[in-house]
């Protein structure tokens, strides 16, 4: 008797369009210009159409639109972050990605299957219970959950007692997901389109044209373009645009690696996360078994990462999940992302008033995509920064106000 086949990932949903959005010549100028074709950038864009009516726009993208980090990652979207200003705005963001589909009319493959933050030792325990309990009080779903529990969720995660790390319990968010992040770019490259704002592919921004202390205009490899505001969302090529306009960062850009195994059944049903071995394992709509660990040590552009790396992360992974141990790698690859101390973003207006800089989203500002972008559509709306974005202002590195996930919740991505 044959076993009938899985249902085709996305079944039941619409099929890809044959018209994804026009290819325009750049117009003279616009009334906002924003660098970097991400999905920050594509989510921006779409947001000043949709919640402010602002269509006299422009995204300019040096390659292709998703080339960047958002079609490189892995798709990791949750919101329990230990900061009050973390999870505010992760948190609004989440929101947005449950309605994401209806809203941009676009299959993205959200899938809320939770996920595990593995503790391996006391000061895990109480690092993961306190991240919790804030979780709680900033309305997040949040628990913290033993090894019967964590089996109940995840019958492959190795549960024994003798392994060099052995997992004594996770904080666990049910509503955490994944969604298939070159299908969410397109989705709101697409929508952002049909509103009549210009996507310009292979259009580089070279410099910038300034008047006082404004921004007047960008020059790029497709001549100069005239702009009322300009945001930079270009992730691991920021410091070579402000560098540009003499104003410094503390950003500096790694290579980030992922990769991905063969096709394999059903067999994962959640994200693991294990910060202390270092590693994250979900299983993609497809099949393939999706795995990232942290930065290469080293600053670089390369969308390739060090073996090293990928040694390491491998070898925590089968101690984890021992059932992988014969699962084959079918390829990596690397993004270039822009690390921040702390880390959290930077989303503030620089001193040319009209000029906006998002940037420092590391490795975790996929997630933030639909939240940020509406953030920042409302910043350059009103020209005003959103509330939820002054904590992650450029002055937080003068006056010391820092948001250190890092040091609290310990988590990347
Ligand atoms: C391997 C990997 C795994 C990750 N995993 C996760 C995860 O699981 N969850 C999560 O939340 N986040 C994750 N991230 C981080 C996340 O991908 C980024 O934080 C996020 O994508 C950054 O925003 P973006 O999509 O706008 O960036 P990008 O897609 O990088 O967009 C920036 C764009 O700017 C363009 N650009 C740059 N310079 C110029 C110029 N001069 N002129 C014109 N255009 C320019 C670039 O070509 C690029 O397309 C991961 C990243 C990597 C690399």
């Known amino acids: 008797m044959t076993t009938p086949l899985p249902a085709r990932p996305g079944a039941g949903l619409p099929d890809h369009p044959r018209f994804l959005w026009r290819n325009p010549e750049p117009r003279r100028g616009y009334d906002v210009v924003i660098v970097g074709g991400g999905g920050h950038g594509l989510a921006t864009a779409h947001y000043l159409a949709r919640n402010h009516g602002i269509t006299n726009v422009a995204v300019l993208e040096k390659g292709w639109l998703g080339g960047g980090n958002l079609a490189r990652n892995t798709t990791l979207v949750r919101s329990n972050y230990l900061w009050d200003a973390s999870a505010t705005i992760y948190e609004h963001s989440l929101k947005?990605?449950?309605g994401l589909e209806e809203d941009l009319g676009y299959p993205i493959l959200f899938s809320q299957r939770g996920v595990l933050n593995l503790a391996h030792s006391e000061q895990d325990v109480r690092d993961s219970v306190r991240r919790v309990e804030a979780n709680k009080l900033n309305g997040i779903d949040a628990?913290?959950?033993?090894?019967?529990?964590?089996?109940?969720?995840?019958?492959?995660?190795?549960?024994?007692?003798?392994?060099?790390?052995?997992?004594?319990?996770?904080?666990?968010?049910?509503?955490?997901?994944?969604?298939?992040?070159?299908?969410?770019?397109?989705g709101f490259a697409r929508r952002a389109d049909e509103a009549g704002i210009d996507l310009i592919q292979g259009c580089e921004v070279t410099g910038f044209v300034t008047g006082g202390d404004r921004v007047t205009g960008v020059r790029t490899s497709r001549g100069?373009?005239?702009?009322?505001?300009?945001?930079?969302?270009?992730?691991?090529n920021t410091t070579t645009l402000t560098d540009m306009l003499g104003l410094r960062t503390p950003v500096q850009s790694h290579p980030l690696q992922a990769l991905v195994s063969e096709l394999l059944e059903p067999v994962h049903p959640c994200i693991v996360m294990s910060n202390a071995v270092h590693v994250y394992v979900s299983q993609a709509h497809k099949g393939e078994l999706v795995m990232g660990a942290g930065v290469d040590a080293y600053n670089g552009y390369g969308q390739r990462?060090?073996?090293?790396?990928i040694e390491r992360q491998m070898s925590a992974a089968v101690e984890l999940f021992p059932v992988f141990a014969?699962?084959?790698?079918?390829?990596s690859w690397a993004g270039t992302v822009d690390v921040c101390p702390g880390p959290s973003p930077i989303?503030?207006?620089?001193?040319?008033?009209?000029?906006?800089?998002?940037?420092?989203?590391?490795?975790?500002?996929?997630?933030?995509?639909?939240?940020?972008?509406w953030c920042l559509a409302d910043t350059l709306a009103n020209d005003k920064i959103h509330p939820y974005l002054e904590p992650f202002s450029l002055g937080r590195f003068v006056t010391g106000a820092l948001v250190d996930e890092h040091g609290a919740a310990g988590v990347a991505h």
């Open 305 to 309: 990462g060090s073996f090293h790396v």
């Open 326 to 331: 014969r699962a084959h790698l079918l390829r």
């Open 143 to 186: 628990s913290w959950i033993g090894p019967d529990e964590i089996a109940k969720i995840c019958p492959i995660v190795n549960l024994s007692d003798g392994i060099r790390y052995p997992v004594l319990g996770a904080a666990y968010q049910p509503r955490a997901g994944i969604a298939k992040h070159d299908y969410v770019g397109w």
């Open 96 to 98: 947005l990605w449950e």
């Open 347 to 373: 989303v503030d207006r620089t001193p040319y008033g009209n000029l906006f800089l998002n940037c420092g989203w590391g490795t975790g500002g996929f997630k933030a995509t639909p939240g940020i972008g």
């Open 224 to 236: 100069t373009i005239g702009a009322g505001q300009v945001l930079l969302c270009a992730a691991g």
